[in-house]
């Protein structure tokens, strides 16, 4: 379909690591002179679900700065835009949980945001797993939880986790574990 924007200018409002805030003079699709500001993110979010031979799966909290509270959700992080996806989501899953894993699935894209934001999420199911130690990013403070996958479903269904990645990640996998 054609883009039924126009851009009339833009212009730089922020930029750090790892945003860029952009204000845009714009023409609606119904020709009215406007504004839009956008986000574009440098990194991609990738997110992944581990799960064992037993339906386990791990969770990582932790407080999360912009919502003010605190957030249960699958391992994630993000990784630059000139890595690979596969291998950005590898580190994130062994940095958060220690876990390797002899099998993955791409389970979905996703955008994040699409109104205000670039961001591209991609979400992986981990199998054959191993343990190993984490290596959280100095920053984080972070809880790991092994729990029932059917447990982290109930979560999700109950509003206990609301994050919309790991919302999503978690009811596509629960549709899948159901059809295999």
Same mark, same amino acid.
């Given at each position: 379909?054609?883009?039924?924007?126009?851009?009339?200018? &833009?212009?730089? @409002?922020?930029?750090?690591?790892?945003?860029?805030?952009?204000?845009? #003079?714009?023409?609606?699709?119904? $020709? @009215?002179?406007?504004?839009?500001?956008?986000?574009?993110?440098?990194?991609?979010?990738? &997110?992944?679900? /581990?799960? *064992? #031979?037993?339906?386990?799966?791990?969770?990582?909290? $932790?407080?999360?700065?912009?919502?003010?509270?605190?957030?249960?959700? @699958? /391992?994630?992080?993000?990784?630059?835009?000139?890595?690979?996806?596969?291998?950005? &989501?590898?580190?994130?899953?062994?940095?958060?949980?220690?876990?390797?894993?002899?099998?993955?699935?791409?389970?979905?894209? @996703?955008?994040?945001?699409?109104?205000?934001?670039?961001?591209?999420?991609?979400?992986?199911?981990?199998?054959?797993?191993?343990?190993?130690?984490?290596?959280? *990013?100095?920053?984080?403070?972070?809880?790991?939880?092994?729990?029932?996958?059917?447990?982290?479903? $109930?979560?999700?269904? #109950?509003?206990?986790?609301?994050?919309?990645?790991?919302?999503? &990640?978690?009811?596509?996998?629960?549709?899948?574990?159901?059809?295999?």
């Amino acid at each position: 379909m054609k883009n039924p924007w126009t851009t009339v200018s &833009a212009r730089e @409002i922020y930029d750090n690591p790892w945003i860029r805030v952009e204000e845009h #003079q714009v023409i609606t699709p119904t $020709q @009215i002179p406007g504004i839009y500001g956008t986000v574009q993110f440098k990194n991609r979010a990738v &997110a992944i679900v /581990p799960l *064992d #031979q037993e339906l386990h799966t791990w969770l990582v909290g $932790q407080y999360r700065y912009t919502l003010n509270e605190y957030s249960w959700e @699958i /391992p994630m992080g993000g990784g630059p835009l000139d890595e690979d996806v596969l291998e950005s &989501a590898k580190r994130e899953l062994k940095e958060e949980t220690g876990l390797t894993a002899g099998k993955w699935t791409e389970l979905m894209k @996703i955008h994040t945001s699409n109104s205000v934001t670039d961001e591209v999420g991609f979400v992986y199911i981990a199998e054959d797993l191993h343990a190993g130690e984490t290596a959280f *990013d100095p920053t984080e403070d972070l809880q790991v939880r092994r729990l029932p996958f059917a447990e982290v479903l $109930q979560m999700v269904m #109950q509003g206990q986790i609301t994050d919309g990645i790991s919302v999503a &990640a978690v009811l596509k996998t629960a549709i899948r574990l159901k059809m295999s």
